[in-house]
């Protein structure tokens, strides 16, 4: 399956907590590796993002600003 179609079709709470799982994870795994004392806030911020994906969460973030 392509990944418009993943983004298109409603994300199961099983599948949803997999991939918060799974992007914490990682995360957590960058943050031990990138001490405060070596790493701006702005280069966090830079992986946070590269983690997510940035398209879906403009148009979640937009989904929400219309309610």
């Known amino acids: 399956m392509t990944a418009l179609a993943d ?3 409603p ?3 099983l599948r949803v907590g997999e991939d ?3 992007l914490a994870t990682r995360l957590r795994a960058w943050l031990q590796a990138h001490p405060v004392s ?3 806030a702005a280069g966090a911020v ?3 993002l590269d983690l997510v994906d940035s398209a879906a969460l403009r148009r979640y973030v937009k989904g929400h600003g219309t309610r």
């Open 7 to 9: 983004a298109a079709r």
């Open 38 to 40: 070596t790493t701006s």
């Open 46 to 48: 830079r992986k946070v």
């Open 20 to 22: 918060l799982s799974d």
């Open 11 to 13: 994300a199961s709470p």
